[in-house]
């Protein structure tokens, strides 16, 4: 069979790599795709990103299903579309995606549901905006409503920065139609887990549990980024815990979501934050798999993935279990210069070290012209090492990153320091 992956990040790439390992897929399209899946002979990257044109090359191809890697697809509508042609594809609806296109319909059905999240306003006049914020003071959080590529979320510490981030989002309008209206949320303290699950409309399918690094620098320090480590599993994410999000997140959410006429069907990663006493609230939803969380988790887990999202469009993921190499996974992201801010391109990247049985290099921000690989976007590579504990899988993957170099290489040295801490190896 044939199959398409939707995207060009890392994500994309472990996605497809994995999908590639079953016996029974003869080829992964992967639309736009990057250097990294450019270089695998089982992977092939096609120059479309235009919705109509996707469904035109499913057709064509008879791909046997489609699996969408980003959020913006998702929100246009690219499930509904290719739905209405007959075709098949793993994702959320339009409608179903607004769990994470808009902040405001995630708080507002999270409050419908009694969904564990921090207390919110909502907001598109400013002055009632900056007169909340008088009222509730500092620390707290303003989030633009609609997709803003990370760039939406403000973690005021002072009433001085939360109060030109509502000017910078409802007066500045520097975000657009995404910073139309503000949600005015809590600040939460803890530690946040990544909780992601497949969703056939009606039944939950686990994955392995994660913990990503969003800080550019050690320490959890710096500017927010789209991610600069995961590992796979998480120990924060006790046997305990997992029933408790199950319980009272995930399920009310998908049932939620069906007694609303939303239906949802993919991935569904809930953002949490858990407290000092282990109690989790719902920091956001996405309606997609993490970047980097995918690329620990694609490289843990055993049997054939292109079997469980048939399951999982034919709405029977109940009929299956997945099965996870019991080794931690750790994956590194390689950033260029200047991430996040205004990340360099075209820097030329050494011999990438091949993969090996507990190791691997996803692709992200790469291009592949006349044989030669370059930088071509933010987060370059993910770096993923396995191994027994998460001090020897950190030994694995970095001992990998020191192999590869490229001008402005920028990495965080203490992806998993948080798991350390948490469990003796
Ligand atoms: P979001 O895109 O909503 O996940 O926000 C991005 C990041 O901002 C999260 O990963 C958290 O680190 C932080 N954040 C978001 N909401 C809150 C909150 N209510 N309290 C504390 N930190 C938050
Ligand atoms: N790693 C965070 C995200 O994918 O949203």
């Known amino acids: 069979m044939k199959l398409l992956v939707v995207g060009s990040g890392g994500r994309e790439h472990a996605l497809a790599w994995k999908l590639a390992q079953s016996p029974r897929v003869q080829i992964v399209y992967v639309a736009p795709g990057n250097g990294g899946t450019a270089q695998d002979e089982r992977l092939r ?51 179903a995606a607004q769990l994470e296109s808009s902040k405001d319909f995630a708080k507002a059905f999270m409050k419908r549901h009694a969904i564990p999240t921090a207390e919110y306003a909502s907001f598109t006049d400013a002055a009632a905006a900056h007169a909340y914020l008088d009222q509730r003071g500092a620390p707290i959080v303003v989030k633009a409503d609609g997709l803003a590529a990370g760039k939406g979320v403000v973690v005021a510490q002072t009433l001085d920065e939360a109060h030109a981030a509502v000017d910078m989002m409802l007066s500045g309008n520097t975000l657009g139609d ?3 209206r503000v949600v ?16 056939d409309g009606k039944h939950v399918l686990p994955l392995a549990s994660s913990q990503d690094h969003k800080r550019l620098l050690d320490g959890d320090l710096g500017p927010n980024t789209g991610g600069m480590g995961a590992y796979s599993p998480a120990p924060i994410v006790t046997p305990q815990l997992h029933a408790r999000v199950m319980r009272e997140i995930i ?4 049932r939620g979501m069906e007694q609303e006429g939303l239906r949802f069907t993919g991935f569904l990663y809930a953002g949490l934050m858990i407290d000092a006493q282990g109690n989790p609230k719902t920091l956001e939803f996405n309606c997609r798999m993490g970047d980097p969380e995918t690329q620990p988790i694609m490289a843990r887990l055993k049997g054939d993935f292109s ?22 996974a750790l994956g590194v992201v390689l950033a260029a210069h ?53 001090r020897s ?14 001008n402005g290489m920028q990495y965080r040295r203490d992806i998993g320091a948080k798991a350390l801490g948490r469990k003796h190896h």
């Open 45 to 95: 990257n096609i120059a479309i990103t235009h919705p109509d044109e996707l469904a035109d090359f499913a057709e064509q191809e008879q791909i046997a299903f489609t699996l969408v890697g980003p959020e913006q697809p998702l929100a246009a509508g690219i499930v509904n579309l290719f739905r209405s042609r007959g075709l098949k594809i793993f994702g959320p609806t339009k409608e």
């Open 178 to 180: 995404a910073g139309a």
């Open 184 to 199: 005015i949320e809590e600040f939460l303290a803890g530690e946040e887990a990544s909780f992601i699950v497949m969703v």
């Open 251 to 254: 399920l009310p959410t998908v």
């Open 307 to 328: 079997k469980v999202i048939e399951q999982a469009i034919a709405g029977t993921l109940d009929t299956i279990e997945l099965e996870w190499d019991r080794r931690t």
């Open 338 to 390: 200047n991430y996040p801010e205004n990340p360099r391109k075209g820097d030329r990247i050494s011999d990438i070290p091949p993969e090996s049985a507990d190791s691997v290099t996803f692709h992200a921000g790469t291009a592949l012209a006349d044989g030669k690989l370059t930088t071509s976007g933010g987060r370059v590579l993910c770096v993923v090492g396995l191994a027994d504990s998460v």
């Open 393 to 406: 899988a950190q030994s694995v993957a970095y001992e990998m990153v020191n192999q590869i170099s490229f």
